[in-house]
């Protein structure tokens, strides 16, 4: 029996990307849904292949009243919720999910999001569902690598972590999400010790393989709450930026704007800067990474430190974040099926599984590097 899976948002960034996959994937039944009948009509015309997953299709709003009762009229299995921006978003989906039965994962990197959606653990295990948070590069593919090499390390003390995008903008969703927290505090760990820093401030200048010299900046992500207790991780940090320089330095002055009181709402601004962004897209080169640093004692008693980069081409990036879902209903297809209860998306997908599901070898590169001794 088909696996039937609804994608929210199928034609926005992520959601397109999603869709597609499911589109070619067999086992699954997909239903697309999205607010804007014009949008949705256009994506549908475009995923109806002779050989195409798509079954059906709904219009409306999953945040509103009634979201449950399409689930069940509908007999969804899985809600893949691409829907953001996540920051201030409540779980009303989700929990339409749990009220119907149904399995869940979203595409949210939002730290308070993620990190609270076991707020609703206890009623997903009595319905017997899986809502799973996060399903993204952060913390989905940033934990897989990590648990992949857990095993050479006695103890981790310290994990630094980022991402450097291409220059080709993201939806305006996402661009407005992660600019919310531009000048505000984000509490990172400093030898085992709360420390906060500047969201989009503490710009660095750091040299990736493949990619050069990039900017980043501090940027708030799940793993810094995830990765204290799931490694005892004493220093942990995170930081990103665009794959242009000057989108950085754009980004960092907005932040000193909010930081100092110029600026009180960073949303009219992360529009503009959606909208400048989008002009000097074919200034950059199509490449992005996400880099991971692990060092502490390795399984010889010797201090062990962890390269680790994954690199996409061709303004390939976008399907890093996108496939952690991917990975997952292909894994649900083939037998596997989440435990149930409400937490975010880490140890469900390995880093096999996560690649097989973008499928572009040619075009997304993983590298493992050690400097030390290992058993």
Not at 74 to 101: K, M, N, R, S
Not at 210 to 218: D, F, P
């Amino acid at each position: 029996m088909a696996l039937r899976v609804l994608v929210i948002g199928a034609y926005g960034n992520f959601g397109r990307i999603i869709s597609s996959h499911l589109n070619r994937m067999p086992g699954v039944e997909q239903i697309i849904a999205g607010r804007d009948e014009q949008k949705l009509s256009q994506r549908i015309d475009e995923l109806q292949t002779p050989a195409g997953s798509l079954l059906d299709s709904w219009c409306g709003d999953a945040m509103a009243p009634g979201f449950t009762d399409t689930l069940e009229r509908l007999d969804i299995d899985w809600v893949i919720h691409t829907g953001g921006p996540f920051q201030g978003q409540p779980y009303t989906v989700a929990e339409a999910c749990i009220a119907a039965g149904v399995n869940y994962c979203d595409l949210s990197d939002c730290r308070f999001f993620v990190n609270r959606i076991n707020s609703l653990d206890e009623h997903a295990q009595r319905k017997g569902v899986a809502i799973l948070s996060g399903c993204s590069s952060v913390p989905s593919l940033s934990s897989a690598i990590i648990d992949e090499q857990r095993h050479r390390f006695r103890r981790i003390d310290s994990i630094e972590h980022g991402i450097s995008s291409s220059a080709k903008m993201p939806g305006l969703s996402t661009v407005e999400g992660v600019l919310a927290y531009a000048g505000r505090p984000i509490r990172q760990l400093r030898d085992g010790r709360p420390c906060d820093v500047t969201g989009w401030q503490g710009l660095a200048l750091r040299r990736l393989p493949s990619l050069g010299w990039r900017l980043l900046a501090n940027v708030d992500v799940p793993d810094m709450d995830i990765f204290a207790t799931r490694y005892g991780a004493r220093n942990l940090s995170f930081k990103a930026g665009p794959g242009l320089k000057s989108g950085a330095i754009a980004n960092a002055l907005l932040a000193q704007a909010v930081k100092s009181g110029l600026v009180r709402n960073s949303l009219p601004w992360a529009r503009r800067l959606h909208q400048w962004g989008s002009r000097f897209e074919s200034w950059g080169d199509g490449k992005s990474a996400m880099y991971i640093n692990v060092q502490g004692i390795g399984d010889t008693g010797h201090p062990l430190s962890l390269s680790v980069q994954v690199i996409a081409l061709d303004d390939k990036g976008p399907e890093i974040p996108s496939c952690a879902a991917v990975a997952l209903i292909a894994k649900v297809v083939g037998g596997y099926r989440p435990a149930p209860g409400a937490r975010p998306c880490v140890g469900e997908i390995n880093v096999q599984e996560y690649l097989t599901a973008i499928g572009e070898p040619e075009k997304v590169h993983y590298s493992v590097r050690y400097l030390g001794r290992t058993a």
